[in-house]
């Protein structure tokens, strides 16, 4: 393992000085491109193995940058205060609110007390729990939080159902079904997952139309329940069929987790309160920005504007005296607030060293080619690539390519750059892939190969439906 961290750590240098010595010696005229290249390739070499965590990776362009004459310190450093950034900022507030809270907790486990009995609708309760979190808390810490939930799930019901073999399939497909739900779910809002907020990012900083919080739900929510349906489906009636039949002690088991918890606390109470607020605020911004006391309201300013009232209301408690103190931003993936950065600026760096103009000229000389068949290859592209790397690292890099790649062909670069990006939190097959899916394949309730047997369909359903989707509903909502 020490080597393999050495071997990387030296290889990303390595791929750098390489390139800078075509530039000096071999490829004059190209000298700022393959500069840009090798900062590309070490990012994407360290993104990759992270011999370092991403965090630190993304740091590189604020010394090499400037080193090579690409962009000023201050003009690198600027991306790393991007307002996307700080939409992030303030979802993850509330999502470490609600876990501080157990505010998340009680949401899933009142979604799961109406599924029912049936096997097949716990399995239905479960997946739309985990999905519903996702929209608002990180994947990873949904599936965290589901994962007990489930196993206990697994160890009352096995042991009731008649059929082995359906008893098996239950377990498979719930444990299935929370890790693509909570992959799923985060699709559904723009601070759902990390890669919606790159692109974001992007395309507020390429001039184009800002997405809007609503805007994006209204494009995301129905393609997400048509994939969600289908994992649904497939898993429960296809790949792993679960007997029907009623199974006594599922609602004593969730009411007696529900009983654990209490009553609604006021501090939950008062995180509800401001989520509500909060998501109503996103929701309707587009028609408060027709007034003028509103016209400069935008998605992170009332995320930050949601962060710091979690920071001043007060609460009686033994744990704490305000909803969130300081040392509960411990859990803020500060490291993917720095990736944002480092995607950003590297992007700025591209088009600085004109790369995005070469690049450009060279695919001016491409005949031709159908939009439909372009998205379904960069869709299929994106989805398997993520199987193997950060999806976060992926859309960092290939977003502003794909701004490139569609300008020449003369596409809707978001046309391009959403389905890449859906794409990318659409990785089914391996543990690898996602943090949902290492943590639901650790439990030991799963075997690699059962995951890929899922995986495979999934992998193929998603590249066709997102391609045909985009293709059709993107130019009509952006």
């Known amino acids: 393992m020490r080597v393999n961290r050495t071997l990387t750590l ?37 993104w990759v193995t992270q011999p370092v965590p991403i965090g630190i990776t993304s740091l590189l362009p604020m010394v090499l940058f400037p080193l090579a004459d690409i962009l000023s310190l201050k003009e690198t450093t600027s991306n790393y205060a991007s307002p996307i950034i700080y939409l992030f900022f303030g979802g993850f507030a509330l999502g470490i609110a609600l876990e501080k809270w157990n505010l998340h907790k009680r949401i899933a486990l009142n979604i799961l007390k109406v599924s029912g009995e049936k096997p097949q609708h716990i399995v239905l309760g479960s997946m739309l729990a985990t999905a519903f979190m996702s929209m608002w808390i990180s994947n ?28 098996k399939n239950f377990g498979l497909a719930l444990m299935l079904g929370i890790a693509y739900a909570a992959n799923l779910g985060g699709i559904s809002t723009l601070i759902g997952t990390p890669p919606n907020l790159v692109l974001a990012s992007f395309v507020s900083e390429s001039g184009l139309p800002e997405f809007g919080f609503a805007n994006w ?4 929510v129905p393609l997400v329940s048509v994939l969600f349906t289908i994992v649904y489906l497939l898993n429960t009636r296809v790949l792993f069929p679960i007997k029907d039949g009623n199974v006594n002690g ?42 003028s006391i509103f016209e400069n309201l935008s998605d992170p300013l009332i995320a930050v504007l949601a962060a710091i009232i979690l920071f001043m209301i007060p609460v009686k408690s033994e744990q704490s005296t305000q909803v969130l ?24 760096g591209m088009v600085a060293s004109e790369l995005v103009d070469v690049i450009g000229l060279w695919l001016s000389n491409v005949e031709y080619v159908y939009p439909l068949l372009l998205i379904g290859t960069i869709t299929f592209f994106s989805l398997m690539l993520t199987e193997v790397m950060s999806n976060v690292a992926l859309v960092s890099v290939f977003v502003p390519l794909s701004f490139v790649i569609a300008q020449s062909l003369g596409v809707n670069e978001v046309q391009l750059a959403i389905p890449l990006t859906i794409a990318s939190s659409c990785a ?42 985009c293709y059709y509903l993107v130019p009509a909502l952006f």
């Open 10 to 46: 030296i290889l990303g240098p390595l791929l750098f000085c390489l390139c800078l010595v075509l530039g000096q010696f071999g490829y004059k005229e190209y000298s700022p491109q393959l500069t840009i290249v090798g900062v590309l390739s070490w990012m994407l070499v360290w």
């Open 140 to 167: 990873t810490a949904t599936t965290v939080m589901m994962l007990p939930i489930g196993m206990s799930l697994i160890a009352l019901i096995q042991g009731k159902i008649g059929s082995q073999l359906s008893a």
């Open 217 to 220: 739900m209204l494009f995301a």
């Open 250 to 291: 599922i609602a004593d088991l969730i009411q007696q987790e529900i009983n654990q918890l209490g009553k609604l606390s006021g501090a939950e109470k008062r995180v509800l309160l401001v989520l509500i607020g909060t998501a109503f605020l996103w929701i309707v911004r587009s028609q408060l920005n027709k007034l």
């Open 325 to 348: 103190e300081w040392k509960d931003m411990q859990k803020m993936p500060w490291g993917i607030l720095l990736l944002f950065g480092g995607g950003s600026a590297l992007a700025k």
């Open 428 to 469: 089914f097959m391996f543990p690898i892939s996602t943090p949902p899916n290492a943590i639901v394949f650790g439990s030991g309730a799963i075997e690699m190969k059962q995951m890929a047997k899922a995986g495979i369909w999934l992998n193929l359903i998603s590249i066709l439906l997102i391609s045909v989707y």
